[in-house]
């Protein structure tokens, strides 16, 4: 069954990593938004396992980034914020018990959300959370898959998914100048309208529907002029954060 492991927000969320362009998120308001976000999933057809927040840990519910799952193995991370490494142990602990695992060791860094699966092909972004050595320790995984990896150079935004969004097979929206197209040949590319960079993100889910973020409606509307039914929510305090759709959960066949 499609299963989907969430995190709950804690009350430290408001002290959650922002960049510039963020703003401390409303605790309050971002868990009624992460249970609209936990409702749409258990609707689409994913069970939904969820880990308990640590209040030690105020971007834990960005669970995303701490593992990332090839079929049966899971990947564990190294998060490139030193903040978020304390992260790690209970996610590892869950996986373990499902997963055969494997764990970027120091100095490698990888943030999930760096991380695209499209096919048999890995995107790996090269940004400021995932460096050089994590990307090596990436590829070793990715090849002993039998699938291919591909290095994305990401400027000026957080992570590869911050401006690269997968909407359906062999599709992503992109937001123009961040990240060097030319490395995501093969894909059908949609450009985010300048008046909306950065504040579209979706998460494709199983009953075909694309879950994205209300306040991109003419990116939606772009969507659906090529076939494809959007379902928007509010989450204006995810956002806020620098999160998007996809980065609050670790989605697998369970
Ligand atoms: C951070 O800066 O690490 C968090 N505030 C946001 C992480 C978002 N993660 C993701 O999109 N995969």
């Known amino acids: 069954m499609p299963t989907a492991l969430v995190r709950e927000i804690p009350s430290s969320f408001d002290r959650a990593i922002v960049s510039p362009r963020g703003r401390s998120p409303d605790v309050d308001l971002a868990r009624k938004q992460h249970r609209v976000y936990r409702d749409h999933l258990e609707e689409a057809g ?19 980034d701490t593992a990332v ?21 209970p996610v590892e602990e869950f996986l373990r018990e499902r997963f055969a695992t494997t764990a970027v060791e120091a100095p490698g860094t990888l943030d999930g959300g760096d991380v695209m699966i499209m096919g048999r092909t890995v995107y790996v972004g090269a940004s400021e959370r995932t460096n050089r050595e994590g990307i090596y320790q990436l590829r070793a995984v990715v090849h002993g898959q039998g699938m291919s990896l591909v290095v994305v ?22 937001t123009p100048g961040k990240v060097d197209e030319s490395m995501l040949d093969g894909l059908r590319i949609v ?11 979706a998460l494709p ?33 995810i956002l806020a954060a620098d999160g998007g759709l996809t980065c609050m959960s670790i989605l697998y066949d369970g």
């Open 46 to 64: 994913y069970e939904i396992e969820t880990l308990p927040a640590d209040e030690t840990c105020p971007d834990c519910v960005f669970i995303e």
């Open 153 to 174: 150079p990401v400027e000026g935004v957080l992570h590869l998914k911050s401006a690269v969004l997968p909407v359906g097979d062999q599709i992503v929206v992109v």
């Open 191 to 201: 450009h985010e309208p300048e008046a909306e960079h950065l504040l579209f993100s």
């Open 205 to 237: 889910l199983p009953d075909g529907t694309v879950l994205t973020t209300a306040g991109a409606p003419a990116t939606a509307s772009l969507l659906e002029e090529m076939g494809l039914a959007v379902s928007p929510i509010d989450m204006s305090e």
């Open 69 to 89: 799952i090839f079929g049966e193995l899971a990947l564990i991370t190294r998060p490139g914020a030193q903040e978020r490494i304390a992260e790690i142990p």
